[in-house]
C-alpha cells in the first residue's frame, strides 16, 4: 500500500515537471497580452492624432497658400492702380481679368476712390455694389477707415454680400504719388467667394476622414470668434494648426469624424498573433510527435515509389527500343554529354567508339547544314528555351539521312542545369514532302500559263472599254466639277463653259458663248495691268497662274484663280486656251484679315517690351541702392548678427535680380532679339567663375562640387562664355539645391572628332526626377511638382532659357535621372578656334582696391540713391565728382568743367542722357568719355547709347569693383590718346543674376 503510493506519486511529480514548461509560457504568454495590448492602445492614440494633425495641416497650408496667392494678386492690381489712379472701368477690367484669369475664389474685386466704389469687376451679377459709399454705410464705415488710417491691409469676414452669399472681404489702401507727395485716394477691396475657398482648398471634401472648425473671424487668430464647423470640435481636445498671413491669422481644429476612438482596429488580429504563438510554443512535444510519425510513413512511402519507378523505368526502356527513337542528354555547364545505344545506333557508331562528346554530333553534320544548326542549338541554349531543330547527317558509309531532334531544359537534384533530348530519323517523310512539293510545282506552272492567256484577252476587252469610259468621265468631270473650266479659241472668244462657271458668274453658256472674258467680267476695280501680262504670255505659248478680280452678272465682286494652259498646233500655233479657274473671294477676306491681327499682334509685342523695359528700369534703379548699399555695408566693421543681416540682404537681392534677368531673357527669347556675341576667352577661366559662385552653397550644404576636365582639352575657345557661364551656373545650381548629400561632379570634355563641340556633363546625388516630371522639365516656369517648388524655390525659368541658349550656341541639352538616385545632365555647345595669340587671365582676380588717377567725373543721374552709391563708391579716390541732375545740366557743365568721364543716365528729366551725349559730342572742346550708366538692360538700349556717341555701357544695378576697373580703364586710356572700341569695354546685362 505505501510502495503504491510512492509509485504514484513519483509519476505525478514527473508529469508535472514535463508540464511544467508549459505552464510557465502559458503564464508568460498571459503577461505579454496585457503589456502589447496597453502599449497598442497608447500607440493607437498617438497614431490617430497624428493623421489628424497631417491632414489638417495639408488643408491649412492649402489655405494658407491660396488666401495669400490671392492677396499678392490683389496687391499687384493695387500697384498698377496707384501708377494709374484716374483709370476708368475699361481699364479697369482689362487688368483685373489679366491679374485674375481663372482664379474663380475671387469673387469681386471693387475699387473705391475717395471711399465710393466705381469700378467693380466683374459687372455681371454685381451691380449692386456700384455706388456704395464706405462713408455713409454703418456696417464696412469703420473697418474702411481703419484701412484709410492704418494704411495697411485688413481682412474682414466671413460676411453676408450686398449682392448675396458669403465671403472674406480684403480692403487694401490705394495711394497715390512717392515720398512726400504720397497721398490716400481710396480702397480696393476683393472678395474672396467663402464657398469656392473652402471647396478648392479641400475643407468641405466629402471624403476627409476628419471634422473640422475654424477661429478667427475677421483674422483675429485664436481670439477670434470661430466661423465655420460644429462648435463642439473646440470641446473634444482637437488638434490645432495656426494660419498666418499678412492680414491676420486663424485656427484651425480638427478631430476625427467619428470622434476619438478608445478601442484600437488591430486589437483582435493582435489577440489572436499572440495566442498563435503561445499554441505554437504549448504543443511542441505534440508536434514533434507528429513529425517523427510522418518521418516513418515518407519513408515506407519512398520505398513503394522507388518499386514503381523500376517498374516504369523497365517500361520506358522497351518502348523506346521498339519506336526506334535516340535519347540524349546534355550538360548545360559542363558540357558533358550522354547518348543511350539507341542513338549511337541512328549514328552508326561502333561498339568501341569510346565516350560521347559534346561535338560528337557536329562531326557528322552535313556540310551545308553544321554552321545554321550550331548557332541555332547555341543560341536556344543560351536563351533557357526548349530546343528543337531539323537537320541532315553524313554516315560513315557516305549516305544522307536526315534527322528531326527535341529537347527540353530541365534541372537536376544537384541543381544543375541540364537538357534531355530525343533524335529520330525522318528521311523518308522528307522524301515524300519533296515529293509533293515537285509535282504540286509543276501543276501552279500549268494553271499560270492558262492564266495568263485568259488575263491578256481580259485586259484587252478592259482597256477597249476603259477609252470608251474615260472619254465621257472626263467630259463629266468638266461639265460638274466645282472649279469654272473655260474653252476659248486663239484669240479669247469662249467656246464652252461648265456648268461650275455659271453657277460662280451668273452668265448662262448661251450668254459667255461668243464673248470674251474680259468683256464678260470684268470691271472698274479690274488690274489692266494684270490682263495685259496675260495676253504677253499666251502671246508666247506659256502657262498662266494669276489672281484676277472679276465681277459676276449681278455686280458683285469676287477674287478667282486663274490657271491658263495654251493648246499648240504642229506648228506652234495656239489652237485652243483652256480656262480654269477657282474662287478665292473667301480666302482673299482671310488674308486681310490675317494682316490686320498681324499688326495687333505687332502692337501688343511693342507694348509689352515696353512695359519689360519700364519694369526693369523701375526694378533696376532701386536695386542698384539696395545692392550697392549692401556690399559698402558688408566691407564695414559689422558684429555678427550685422554680417548675417547684410549677408541676407545681399542674398535675397540677388535672388531678385535673377528672377528679373531670367524674364528679361526670356522676353528676348521669344522675340528672337538675344544676340550670342563670340569673343576668345579661356574655358578653364569661364568654368571657374561658374563654380566658385556656387561653392558656397555647396559647401554651406556639405556637398562636394568636383570639376573633372578631358585631358588634352582645348583652353582657349572662341564664343559667347557670358552665355555659357549662365548655362553652367543655372545647372550646377540645380544640381547644388536639389542635393542634400553626396556632391556634385562636373566633367568638361569635347568630341572626339571635332574639339571645338564641347560636351560637358553633371551629375548629382540629388533627389532625382521621375520619367513623368522629366518630359516637362524644359518647359517654361515649371518644376518637378509643386512640392519642389514650395520646398526649393525658384522660377522654373533657367532650364527654359539655358536649354534654348544651348541651341542657339550649336547645340543642346538633354537629361536622364532616376527619382531619388539623382540627375544627370549633358550639354552640348559649338565653339570656334581663338583668334587672339594671348587671352586675358582669370577675371575673378579682380578687386575692388584699384587707385584711380586724379581727374573730374561728371555724373548726371535725377535719383539720388545712385548718385549717393556712386560717391560713396569714390570714397579715397583722387577723384573729383560733380553731381547733376538733368541732361541739360550735364550739357552746361561739359562746357564750363570739360570733365574727364561723364556717367550718363538714360532717363532724365528735361533732356534724357542720349540727346544730352548728342550735344556733347557737338561741343567744341576736349571731349569727354561718356559711359551711359542705366537700369535700361536691352540690347536695343546698349546700341542707342553707342549710336549716340557714348563709350560705354554699365547696366545697372553696377558692383564697386566694375565701376573702378572701368574708370582705370578709361583714364588710362585717355593719358595714352588711345580711343577704346566699343566692344572692348562694352558689358552686357549680368545674365546670371549674380552680384558681386
Known amino acids: 500500500m505505501a510502495l503504491n503510493f510512492r509509485l504514484s506519486t513519483l509519476l505525478g511529480v514527473i508529469r508535472m515537471r514535463t508540464y511544467l514548461p508549459t505552464v510557465v509560457t502559458f503564464a508568460a504568454v498571459l503577461v505579454a497580452v496585457v503589456v502589447a495590448e496597453k502599449q497598442n492602445t497608447i500607440i493607437h492614440n498617438q497614431s490617430l492624432r497624428a493623421q489628424v494633425q497631417n491632414e489638417a495641416g495639408l488643408i491649412a497650408s492649402r489655405l494658407k497658400g491660396r488666401i495669400n496667392a490671392d492677396i499678392q494678386l490683389v496687391q499687384g492690381l493695387v500697384a498698377v492702380m496707384s501708377t494709374e489712379p484716374e483709370m476708368d472701368q475699361a481699364r479697369f477690367s482689362q487688368l483685373a481679368e489679366q491679374v485674375f484669369g481663372d482664379h474663380k475664389e475671387i469673387r469681386l474685386v471693387a475699387a473705391a476712390p475717395d471711399l465710393v466704389v466705381s469700378l467693380i469687376y466683374p459687372m455681371k451679377g454685381n451691380e449692386a455694389v456700384l455706388g456704395l459709399d464706405y462713408n455713409k454705410n454703418a456696417a464696412q464705415r469703420e473697418a474702411a477707415f481703419r484701412v484709410r488710417d492704418s494704411g495697411e491691409m485688413v481682412l474682414a469676414g466671413p460676411v453676408n454680400l450686398i449682392q ?7 480692403r487694401f489702401p490705394l495711394f497715390a504719388g512717392t515720398g512726400p507727395d504720397r497721398r490716400f485716394f481710396g480702397i480696393l477691396s476683393a472678395v474672396i467667394d467663402v464657398d469656392a475657398l473652402y ?3 479641400g475643407l468641405t471634401a466629402p471624403e476627409t476622414a476628419i471634422e473640422l472648425a475654424l477661429v478667427g473671424r475677421d483674422g483675429m487668430g485664436a481670439e477670434g470668434g470661430q466661423f465655420y464647423g460644429d462648435s463642439h470640435i473646440l470641446e473634444d481636445t482637437p488638434v490645432l494648426v495656426d494660419i498666418s498671413f499678412p492680414a491676420g491669422s486663424w485656427q484651425l481644429a480638427a478631430r476625427p469624424s467619428e470622434g476619438w476612438s478608445v478601442q484600437p482596429k488591430n486589437l483582435w488580429s493582435l489577440r489572436l498573433t499572440l495566442l498563435v504563438a503561445g499554441a505554437l510554443i504549448l504543443f511542441p512535444t505534440f508536434l514533434a510527435e ?23 523505368t523497365r517500361r520506358l526502356q522497351i518502348a523506346v527500343q521498339t519506336s526506334q527513337v535516340g535519347i540524349w542528354e546534355y550538360d548545360v555547364e559542363s558540357g558533358e554529354t550522354v547518348w543511350d545505344q539507341q542513338l549511337r545506333d541512328l549514328y552508326r557508331l561502333p561498339n568501341d567508339f569510346g565516350a560521347i562528346g559534346s561535338t560528337t554530333w557536329q562531326q557528322h553534320l552535313h556540310p551545308d547544314d553544321r554552321k545554321a544548326t550550331i548557332e541555332k542549338f547555341d543560341k536556344e541554349i543560351q536563351g533557357g528555351g526548349d530546343l528543337a531543330a531539323d537537320f541532315r547527317i553524313v554516315l560513315p558509309d557516305g549516305t544522307i539521312h536526315h534527322i528531326r531532334s527535341a529537347g527540353r531544359r530541365y534541372t537536376d537534384a544537384g541543381g544543375q542545369p541540364k537538357i534531355i533530348g530525343v533524335n529520330w530519323d525522318v528521311s523518308q ?8 512539293l515537285h509535282a504540286n510545282k509543276a501543276l501552279q506552272h500549268t494553271n499560270g500559263q492558262m492564266h495568263k492567256g485568259q488575263l491578256a484577252l481580259e485586259q484587252a476587252h478592259a482597256e477597249l472599254q476603259e477609252q470608251q469610259a474615260e472619254l465621257h468621265r472626263l467630259s463629266l468631270v468638266a461639265k460638274h466639277a466645282s472649279d469654272s473650266i473655260i474653252l476659248t479659241d486663239a484669240e479669247t472668244r469662249i467656246l464652252w463653259v461648265n456648268d461650275a462657271f455659271t453657277k460662280i458668274t451668273g452668265f448662262s453658256p448661251e450668254e459667255a458663248i461668243g464673248s470674251t472674258p474680259g468683256d464678260l467680267l470684268n470691271g472698274i476695280k479690274s488690274d489692266s495691268s494684270v490682263f495685259d501680262n496675260i495676253s504677253d504670255r499666251l502671246v508666247l505659248g506659256e502657262q498662266i497662274s494669276t489672281e484676277i478680280l472679276n465681277y459676276t452678272k449681278s455686280g458683285e465682286e469676287i477674287w478667282m484663280n486663274s490657271n491658263l494652259v495654251p ?37 501688343a509685342d511693342r507694348v509689352k517690351s515696353e ?46 535680380l535673377k528672377i528679373i534677368n531670367d524674364i528679361l531673357d526670356l522676353s528676348r527669347l521669344e522675340a528672337e532679339r538675344l544676340e550670342i556675341v563670340a569673343a576668345d576667352f579661356n574655358l578653364h577661366h569661364c568654368v571657374k567663375s561658374a563654380v566658385n559662385l556656387l561653392r558656397p552653397k555647396a559647401d554651406e550644404k556639405g556637398i562636394a562640387l568636383t570639376v573633372n576636365y578631358a585631358e588634352g582639352l582645348i583652353k582657349e575657345v572662341r564664343g559667347d562664355d557670358g552665355r555659357l557661364r549662365q548655362i553652367l551656373v543655372n545647372l550646377i545650381g540645380n544640381a547644388v539645391k536639389f542635393t542634400e548629400k553626396g556632391g556634385v561632379t562636373i566633367f568638361i570634355g569635347a568630341h572626339s572628332a571635332d574639339p571645338y563641340r564641347l560636351l560637358i556633363r553633371i551629375e548629382d546625388s540629388g533627389i532625382g526626377i521621375s520619367p513623368e516630371q522629366s518630359q516637362y522639365i524644359f518647359d517654361r516656369f515649371s518644376q518637378a511638382d509643386t512640392a519642389i517648388t514650395r520646398a526649393f524655390g525658384g522660377t522654373g525659368l533657367g532650364l527654359t532659357i539655358s536649354s534654348v541658349l544651348a541651341k542657339r550656341m550649336g547645340g543642346g541639352i538633354s537629361m536622364h535621372s532616376e527619382l531619388g538616385m539623382g540627375s544627370c545632365f549633358d550639354l552640348c555647345v559649338q565653339m570656334s578656334p581663338a583668334t587672339a595669340s594671348e587671352i586675358d587671365t582669370d577675371p575673378s582676380n579682380k578687386t575692388s582696391s584699384v587707385m584711380l588717377a586724379e581727374s573730374l567725373i561728371l555724373m548726371a543721374d535725377d535719383n539720388k540713391v545712385n548718385r549717393l552709391l556712386v560717391n560713396k563708391y569714390l570714397i579715397g579716390q583722387p577723384i573729383e565728382l560733380v553731381e547733376v541732375v538733368n541732361g541739360r545740366e550735364a550739357v552746361n557743365q561739359c562746357k564750363a568743367r570739360t570733365p574727364d568721364i561723364v556717367l550718363m543716365d538714360m532717363s532724365m528729366p528735361e ?8 550735344e556733347i559730342r557737338e561741343l567744341n572742346i576736349v571731349q569727354p568719355t561718356i559711359v551711359a550708366l542705366t537700369a535700361n538692360a536691352f540690347e536695343s538700349d546698349r546700341k542707342a547709347c553707342m549710336a549716340a556717341g557714348m563709350d560705354q555701357f554699365l547696366s545697372k544695378p553696377i558692383s564697386k569693383t566694375d565701376l573702378l576697373d572701368t574708370l582705370a580703364t578709361l583714364l588710362a586710356a ?21 552680384v558681386e
Open 164 to 170: 448675396g452669399g458669403r465671403g472674406f472681404i480684403g
Open 199 to 201: 471647396a478648392d482648398t
Open 290 to 312: 507528429r513529425l517523427s510519425a510522418a518521418r516513418r510513413s515518407a519513408i515506407s512511402n519512398l520505398k513503394q515509389s522507388e518499386a514503381e519507378l523500376a517498374a516504369q
Open 429 to 436: 517523310d522528307v522524301l515524300l514532302r519533296d515529293e509533293l
Open 567 to 603: 493648246v499648240l498646233d504642229d506648228n506652234g500655233k495656239i489652237e485652243l486656251i483652256i480656262g480654269i479657274e477657282r474662287e478665292i473671294t473667301d480666302f482673299k477676306n482671310r488674308q486681310r484679315e490675317l494682316a490686320v491681327a498681324k499688326l495687333a499682334a505687332e502692337q
Open 611 to 656: 512695359f519689360l523695359a519700364n519694369m526693369s528700369h523701375e526694378i533696376r534703379t532701386p536695386m542698384n541702392g539696395i545692392i550697392g548699399m549692401a556690399s559698402l555695408l558688408a566691407e564695414s566693421d559689422l558684429t555678427e548678427d550685422e554680417k548675417l543681416y547684410v549677408d541676407t540682404i545681399q542674398e535675397s537681392a540677388g535672388a531678385l
Open 911 to 918: 533732356l534724357d542722357g542720349i540727346a544730352a551725349t548728342r
Open 974 to 994: 585717355r593719358q595714352k590718346n588711345v580711343s577704346l572700341s566699343t566692344a572692348d569695354v562694352a558689358k552686357e546685362p549680368l545674365a546670371s543674376g549674380a
